[in-house]
Every structure is written in structure tokens, then in C-alpha cells.
């Protein structure tokens, strides 16, 4: 009930393309999504995140959107860039508890020029 | 604002030693995370802290793992006896409170030889 499935687990884009990332769970409590970013030999950045109150968030060229019902979110970048390239994690938490980041296994992205 | 500093960057310990990784959380941050990472995985949640409290410490494995936050100084992972398993990415987060704003740290790079 903890976990946070995550997919694909790689992804291939054009330059200009739209990269997709989904994610699934189980845990009804949870009441905080995140998603961030992971370049190699760095910490992971946040870089959008969502509450269950909202389907759609953007930012830029980020948006979630959010499926309560079927517990899915997922991150859409639009005009993916060569400096998109990184490894993306979600994640889910509940606010006001342990304050504990459940993260998905993460999917590495490749934009190509 | 430096952000979230952790030492060492990289960290090499034969099976038997003891590591001790650190970690200062931002300015203004009193609540401290420590997470692993291990290859192609995702974060998985070790343990949570406030100023000289232990608030969850659900992931941490039972024996040889121990961390604190001191009232002065910065939060401390400790691994006894290191194992060949316990190779891994440690990665620190510090917020304010609350669950939101959540500042990840570069990491230290555990190897066990």
C-alpha cells in the first residue's frame, strides 16, 4: 500500500517532442504529490508538485495531471530540450504525518538534438 | 543560502569499519531526512528527525544504523560494521516543517570494499 509505481522506466525523445512519465498508487492518504528532478551525482530537485484538490498543474513547460479516482499522476514536459535529459522520480507523501516521501524507481529520460 | 551541504561526497570503508556521513540543513530548516538510494532505484525513506528527536524511524534497518541531530551541529548517520550491501547513495533533505519545501542535499557516495 506504500509503494508508488512508476513507468516507463526509460524514455526516448526528439528534441521538440513530449515526454510522458506515469504513476500510480495505492495509499487513499496520500495527500501530497511530487515530482523531481535527478542529474548524475546530484540530489534530486523538486520541480512541480500537486495536491489531490487540483487535476492539473503547470508550470512552464511541466504540467501534472491528476486522476484521483484511478490514483494515477502523471508529468507531461512539453517541448522536451537535451537539457531535460535526466532521471525523474515521483513520489507521494501525507502531510501532517511522518512527513516520508514514498518515490517511485524513477525514469531516466533521453532528449536527443 | 548554501543549501542543504552533506560530507563527505564520496566515503570508502572496508566491511567492518564504521561510516559516518553528515549532514547541515539550510538555514532555517529544523526538520531532517535521510534517505538511500541505490543503484537504478528509487529514494527509500530511512529516518526522520527534529532538533535532538527521532520523530520516524521506520526505514532504518534494526541493527548497526543509527542517526541524531543534535541541538548544535549537524544531523549524523552512522553505519557500524559496514557490509558490501550497505553500498549506496545517502541522500539528506531538510524542510521547515509541514512536509513542503523539501531541500535535498548532493549525497554521499558510500563504497564498501
Known amino acids: ?113 | 543560502n548554501a543549501g542543504v551541504m552533506q560530507n563527505p561526497r564520496h566515503l570508502v570503508r572496508r566491511r567492518g569499519q564504521e561510516a559516518r556521513l553528515r549532514c547541515s540543513p539550510m538555514k532555517g530548516h529544523s526538520h531532517v531526512y535521510w534517505y538511500r538510494q541505490l543503484p537504478e532505484e528509487g529514494l527509500k525513506f530511512m529516518v526522520y528527525l527534529q532538533k535532538e528527536n527521532i520523530i520516524d524511524e521506520s526505514g532504518m534497518p534494526k541493527e548497526r544504523f543509527s542517526a541524531e541531530f543534535p541541538k548544535e551541529g549537524p544531523s549524523i548517520l552512522r553505519i557500524q560494521q559496514v557490509v558490501r550491501g550497505d553500498s549506496a547513495a545517502y541522500f539528506c533533505a531538510s524542510s521547515p516543517g509541514g512536509g513542503y519545501g523539501y531541500t535535498f542535499g548532493s549525497g554521499t557516495r558510500l563504497t564498501v570494499v
Not at chain 1, 500537486?50 to 511541466?62: A, L, N, W, Y
Not at chain 1, 502523471?74 to 502531510?95: K, N, R, V
Open chain 1, 1 to 113: 500500500q506504500q509503494q508508488v509505481k512508476q513507468s516507463p522506466q526509460s524514455l526516448i525523445v526528439q528534441k521538440g517532442g513530449i515526454s510522458i512519465i506515469n504513476c500510480a498508487y495505492e495509499n487513499t492518504a496520500f495527500d501530497y504529490f511530487p515530482w523531481y528532478q535527478q542529474f548524475p551525482g546530484k540530489g534530486p530537485a523538486l520541480l512541480i508538485a500537486i495536491r489531490p484538490d487540483v487535476s492539473e498543474k503547470k508550470e512552464g513547460r511541466f504540467t501534472i495531471s491528476f486522476n484521483k479516482s484511478a490514483k494515477q499522476f502523471s508529468l507531461h514536459i512539453m517541448d522536451s530540450q537535451p537539457g531535460d535529459s535526466a532521471t525523474y522520480f515521483c513520489a507521494a507523501s501525507i502531510q501532517g504525518g511522518s512527513e516520508k516521501l514514498v518515490f517511485g524507481k524513477g525514469t531516466k529520460l533521453t532528449v536527443n538534438p
